[in-house]
Nanobody, 124 residues
Framework: QVQLVESGGGLVQAGASLRLSCAASGRTFSTSLMGWFRQAPGKEREFVAAITLSGGRTHYADSVKSRFTIYRDNAKNTVYLQMNSLQPEDTAGYYC?????????????????WGQGTQVTVSS
């Protein structure tokens, strides 16, 4: 099994930046992709960004592509999400996820393991 622990969330003003971290432990040798999702109250969990662990190929939701950056530190078994120019609509619980193999990177069902989430709140 894989355990994922997110950190770095908080309460910030619009325009501020945050960096989220996702530390993976356990049997991570088969992990090929890690992603970030977010979920606001009353809404579906939605894709934010993903990265392949071998080649570092990245994918982003259109809504965050120009503002967020996902990157990895394989030696530390950690994936980060750098969030700049945060807006109130970015307010959500942010969840880290990992998978071994799959056909898609943006669907919740493609991922095998999930963290408990970290809250990001952006005020106007």
């Amino acid at each position: 099994q894989v355990q994922l622990v997110e950190s770095g969330g908080g309460l910030v003003q619009a325009g501020a930046s945050l960096r989220l971290s996702c530390a993976a432990s356990g049997r991570t040798f088969s992990t090929s992709l890690m992603g970030w999702f977010r979920q606001a109250p009353g809404k579906e969990r939605e894709f934010v960004a993903a990265i392949t662990l071998s080649g570092g190929r990245t994918h982003y939701a259109d809504s965050v592509k120009s503002r967020f950056t996902i990157y990895r530190d394989n030696a530390k078994n950690t994936v980060y999400l750098q969030m700049n120019s945060l807006q109130p609509e970015d307010t959500a619980g942010y969840y880290c996820a990992s998978r071994s193999v799959g056909s898609y990177y943006s669907q919740v069902q493609e991922y095998d393991y999930w963290g408990q989430g970290t809250q990001v709140t952006v005020s106007s």
